[in-house]
């Protein structure tokens, strides 16, 4: 007598989809700078789902599978801080843009569902924040299908908080 089992695969959208109420903010503080000046860094995770798995670029052809994306990144990350108790966009002039790309997370080049959680350093440079800001993070992802995910948003935290 033999036993199978078949597990069924997942029936994810081909558009990246970010998780609802996944992301964790975690923060590192007092960082120093290549200057010796204090600053904090912080981990976004967010966990995503992908029917086709195709997300990522290959590290020898960032430049040019990044082309294909308008701004040039497959992380999109949009910087907001509290100001007088509202959160106002300031990614423009935040001073380093978090955005970047993320390498393939399928190596097999199999077409398939994936899902799993992407993390990615942010730098809070020194003079971007004073003390006791507060920010936050909206995060969305593209496929090499040019697919654009939904857009989520991180906790907040209270950066240069010494």
Not at 42 to 57: A, T
Not at 105 to 114: A, E
């Amino acid at each position: 007598m033999a036993l199978a089992s078949c597990t069924a695969e997942p029936d994810f959208s081909n558009v990246p989809m970010l998780l609802d109420g996944s992301t964790t903010l975690t923060k590192y503080a007092n960082i120093r700078d290549r200057l010796g000046n204090a600053q904090d860094s912080l981990v976004i995770g967010v966990k995503f789902q992908d029917g086709d798995g195709d997300l990522g670029l290959s590290p020898g052809t960032y430049p040019q599978d990044s082309i294909q994306f308008n701004n040039g990144f497959n992380y999109e990350v949009r910087t907001f801080r509290r100001i007088r108790g509202q959160f106002q966009d300031v990614s423009a002039s935040f001073g380093v843009s978090n955005s970047g790309n993320f390498p393939r997370l399928r190596t097999d080049n199999k077409v398939g569902p994936i899902e799993g959680t992407l993390q990615r350093a942010i730098m809070v440079p020194y003079g971007a924040v004073t003390r006791n800001d507060t920010l936050k993070f909206m995060i969305r992802i593209r496929d090499r299908g040019m697919n654009v995910s939904n857009e989520v948003e991180t906790p907040s935290v209270v950066v240069r908080a010494q």
